[in-house]
């Protein structure tokens, strides 16, 4: 796993597992990273803070060790034809019922083996009451 970082040191360990994008009808891999802190300030993310964000998140993708638990993940499910890796960061205040969940999402190719580059998805913002989310 990476070293920690001031950015990262409150981090949990990430997670492997599969997800279902129903948008896209597509299994992907994900590394999920949950964070006991807010990501960003309630009234929504700064772009430098996204910044430092995604570049933490690509630093864990771009580990050998992210490739090798992502590979991990599908010789465990069985899945076929993977082309896609997701990584996923959230904050989810557990019972807190007001605050909303925050994640910032980075989407890379895959070849079921390793993690290769980061595929832009322009900053999109999906933004509801109770989730807000970047891709990056």
């Not at 992907?28 to 300030?41: F, K, N």
């Not at 007001?98 to 390793?114: H, M, N, S, V, W």
Request: aromatic content about 12%; hydrophobic content about 40%.
């Amino acid at each position: 796993m990476p070293v920690a970082s001031a950015v990262t040191d409150r981090w949990h360990v990430p997670q492997f597992s599969k997800i279902y994008d129903e948008r896209v009808r597509q299994t992907r891999v994900a590394m999920l990273i949950s964070s006991p802190e807010p990501l960003y300030d309630k009234d929504g993310p700064s772009v430098e803070r996204l910044a430092v964000l995604a570049k933490e998140i690509d630093r864990f993708a771009k580990s050998k060790w992210a490739s090798t638990e992502a590979k991990g993940a599908v010789d465990f499910f069985g899945m076929e034809a993977i082309e896609s890796f997701v990584a996923i960061l959230e904050f989810a205040s557990s019972g807190a019922y007001a605050t909303p969940t925050q994640r910032l999402k980075a989407y890379y190719e895959f070849d079921g083996e390793k993690i290769g580059a980061l595929v832009p998805r322009g900053g999109q913002i999906d933004d509801n009451p109770r989730d807000y989310c970047v891709t990056v």
